[in-house]
């Protein structure tokens, strides 16, 4: 039974949520959530959902299952201030969007010269493009996807295709993942809902505005380890990094 190790690793990794916030959300007192995570009590059976809507978590996992491994995959979720960027784009709707949009940008980017730019570091973003519609998914399994690579602001690509657009400064959460498609893309989606949790845990509101990605994915190797950085707007409350 891992209850109380597991609601401690869920408060540590949704903002440091203290006991008595918890025990605000689940209208219990302070000393109830203690006990829980102390073995001293459990808690009956419309409190154990409740605890699974709010972390998003299956019941299974949260009484069974050792939930601190999933320390070693995710990162602090973080909020960072992302100076405006020029960047060129494309959207591919297609059975396999993401894997063909990113080999269109990354022959664009050899083809246009990008990568010749030495004195530049390429970074390649990608998000998804919800703009498909019932018909096109379900009668004919496609998918939408974008993919951009940032740009220098003095460059000037030989070869046309993708579109280039400009990036406002603004605010994201960001949480980094270790290894996100193993063992499979599920760390990804994991990623996308302790972002979620820890903007409604300190009371910060995912916003979209004109000029700025409402999200975006950023994938890169250290040590030769890959990584995952997730990016979802929200409100100016920070001007970290």
Not at 59 to 74: E, G, H, I, P, T
Not at 79 to 89: K, L, N, Q, T, W
Not at 100 to 126: E, F
């Amino acid at each position: 039974m891992f209850l109380g190790s597991n609601l401690q690793y869920l408060r540590k990794t949704n903002g440091n949520m203290t006991q008595e916030r918890l025990a605000e959300r689940l209208g219990v007192s302070r000393q109830t959530v203690s006990k829980w995570e102390s073995g001293e009590a459990y808690p009956e059976m419309q409190k154990l959902l409740d605890l699974c809507d709010f972390f998003r978590c299956k019941l299974d996992d949260l009484l069974r299952q050792d939930m601190s491994v999933r320390a070693n995959s995710y990162y602090p979720v973080r909020i960072v201030r992302v100076e405006g960027f020029r960047m060129a784009h494309y959207v591919m709707i297609s059975p396999n969007a993401e894997d063909d949009v990113k080999t269109y940008m990354d022959t664009w980017a050899a083809n246009s010269g990008l990568l010749d730019n030495t004195a530049h570091r390429a970074v390649r973003i990608s998000w998804g493009f919800p703009y498909v519609s019932s018909e096109q998914k379900n009668r004919f399994a496609l998918r939408g996807c974008a993919c951009g690579y940032l740009l220098p602001e003095n460059f000037q690509p030989s070869c046309g295709g993708p579109e280039i657009t400009r990036q406002e400064t603004a605010d994201y959460a960001v949480i980094t993942i270790r290894e996100p498609y193993s063992p499979s893309d599920h760390k990804v989606s994991q990623g996308y809902h302790m972002i979620m949790d820890y903007l409604s845990t300190n009371g910060i509101k995912k916003s979209i505005k004109s000029g700025s990605l409402p999200c975006f994915e950023y994938v890169y190797e250290q040590n030769g380890i890959p990584f995952m950085d997730i990016y979802v707007h929200c409100e100016s409350v920070s001007t970290v990094e």
